[in-house]
């Protein structure tokens, strides 16, 4: 896809602007105390309530998964070549085993991780 000189950047740049509000706000919900008390406390972090926080984290999260989507679409053919290259060795064009059991090994340790994680609970 052909797209103007200035969309990549811009694009990355809002990616980092909305991930840095999504991290700030992460931060936030995680040190914030309960509904209740943060109610009754009147709690607040850099000078917005539990309650802005977490609209300001469910907003720029589906604004994330949206840019996320585009990044993906708009850069598909090079992230195609990348893992081409990674994949086969370039001066003999075989398959590099070793790249493809390291991504397997990441892979299967991510999704083992998260599977373990659910199943025992927080």
């Keep these: 896809m052909r797209v103007p000189r200035w969309f990549k950047p811009t694009l990355d740049m809002l990616l980092l602007f ?14 914030a105390p309960s ?5 009754e ?4 972090f850099m000078g917005l309530g539990k309650e802005a926080w977490e609209g300001l984290h469910i ?11 585009l ?3 708009v850069n598909f053919g090079p992230m195609l070549c990348m893992l081409r ?12 085993w070793r790249n493809i059991a390291a991504i397997m090994a990441l ?16």
Excluded: C, P, Q
């Design 85 to 96: 290259n990674i994949v086969t060795n370039r001066k003999e064009r075989k398959v590099n």
């Design 59 to 69: 907003y720029f999260g589906f604004a994330m998964v949206a840019l996320v989507a």
């Design 71 to 73: 990044h993906l679409f």
């Design 35 to 39: 509904g209740r008390i943060a109610r």
């Design 41 to 44: 406390e009147l709690w607040t």
């Design 107 to 122: 892979s299967v340790l991510f999704v083992g991780g998260g599977i373990i994680y659910a199943l025992l609970g927080r």
């Design 18 to 31: 909305d991930f840095i509000i999504e991290a700030l706000s992460g931060i936030a919900l995680y040190l």
